[in-house]
């Protein structure tokens, strides 16, 4: 029995490499799957603020879930919507626009109603963030709150720079008179950095309606993006947040049929029964998520896998991707 044994083993040694069946490739969905928890990154319940609408016509609860930029991002802005959900001052407001390819829009389509006290009036200057070179480039280059793509060409028509903040898809660009860049000093590594950085208008991004500058708009009335990445607003318009779960219910109401999108009759608009920050919930119903580190990994591997589709469906692999098609995994977290 042990020579049979033995020869058995090495014919199974002897079977040509062709006859195994290769490994599979995984897809960028697959990949996150298999992230372990150690590359997940719990978000706060803080920085989550929870729009429930009005029951859609079959009686079913429709919740959007929305995060918080992280500091030091739109802050002043933040601030005044912190301070308009602690005044429960949606409740009762409705979506009254939504352009098709374009945005949903909500806040107050009377104009009437008085805000709260308190409200910062937020300078232009706010759409971007000075860069702190110092605090981002460690021995190892970049530092734990800013990274680049880490494969993959990244394609961006509107930015010198494209990369991740904290879970962030963000642009960027050396500013010319940037004192940085006239020191003859300067480390060769940091000219592959940009002085200044952004948030980008990519699908689910969430932010400030205004009007014409040089208002910069309160917080009260706010848009998410519902078609192709509109980037031209990038640097023009305060980004605050984005939709991660239930951007189905603004992505599929129905188009307003005035300028802009707006609902023309009073009975389209669809009401906001409440918005709140998730802290403020009872405990049991605040969400609970958690987003792909972009300092991880499986990180590196899912935005390679996103740049370079290799999974047995794609015949070409692009050999790039535009920021915005590189979303950071968000997932439901056990409470």
Same mark, same amino acid.
């Given at each position: ?27 960028? &969905?697959?990949?996150? /799957?298999?992230?372990?928890?150690? +590359?997940?990154? #719990?978000?706060?319940?803080?920085? !989550? =603020?929870? @729009? ?45 626009r939504v352009q098709d390819n374009y945005v949903a829009q909500w806040g107050d389509a ?56 904290? &879970?962030?898809?963000? /642009?960027?660009?050396?500013?010319? +008179?940037?004192? #940085?860049?006239?020191?003859?000093? !300067? =480390?060769? @590594? ?88 998730a802290s403020e919930l009872p405990s049991a119903d605040q969400p609970r998520y958690e ?26 692999? #692009? ?17």
């Amino acid at each position: 029995m042990k020579h049979l044994l033995l020869a058995a083993a090495a014919a199974s040694l002897a079977l040509p490499v062709a006859a195994q069946d290769p490994a599979p490739i995984p897809s960028p &969905g697959e990949i996150a /799957a298999a992230a372990p928890a150690s +590359d997940w990154i #719990a978000i706060a319940p803080s920085d !989550l =603020l929870v @729009m429930d609408l009005a029951p859609d016509a079959k009686g079913q609860a429709r919740r959007v879930v929305i995060q918080l930029m992280p500091a030091p991002f739109s802050q002043g802005w933040i601030g005044n919507i912190r301070k308009l959900a602690a005044a429960h001052w949606w409740d009762g407001t409705s979506v009254n626009r939504v352009q098709d390819n374009y945005v949903a829009q909500w806040g107050d389509a009377t104009e009437k109603k008085a805000l709260p006290k308190g409200l910062m009036t937020v300078p232009e200057s706010e759409y971007v963030v000075g860069v702190d070179m110092q605090s981002i480039v460690g021995p190892k280059g970049v530092g734990h709150r800013y990274a680049p793509v880490p494969a993959g060409k990244l394609t961006d028509s509107y930015a010198r720079f494209s990369g991740f903040f904290e &879970g962030w898809q963000v /642009a960027g660009q050396h500013e010319p +008179d940037d004192p #940085a860049f006239t020191n003859k000093g !300067l =480390l060769p @590594m940091l000219r592959d950095l940009p002085t200044v950085v952004w948030p980008v208008h990519c699908y689910g991004m969430v932010g400030v309606g205004r009007n014409p500058s040089p208002d910069t708009g309160s917080g009260a009335e706010l848009y998410t993006v519902i078609g192709h990445a509109p980037r031209h607003l990038d640097r023009n318009i305060a980004l605050i947040g984005r939709v991660i779960t239930g951007i189905e219910h603004l992505s599929s109401l129905p188009r307003g049929t005035g300028a802009l999108g707006f609902y023309e009759d009073e009975k389209d608009r669809v009401p906001i029964t409440s918005i709140r920050i998730a802290s403020e919930l009872p405990s049991a119903d605040q969400p609970r998520y958690e987003y792909l580190s972009n300092q991880s990994d499986s990180f590196a591997r899912y935005a390679d896998a996103r740049a370079n589709r290799r999974d047995p469906f794609f015949i070409k692999p #692009a050999g790039g991707a535009d920021i915005c098609n590189i979303p950071v995994p968000v997932r439901s977290a056990a409470k």
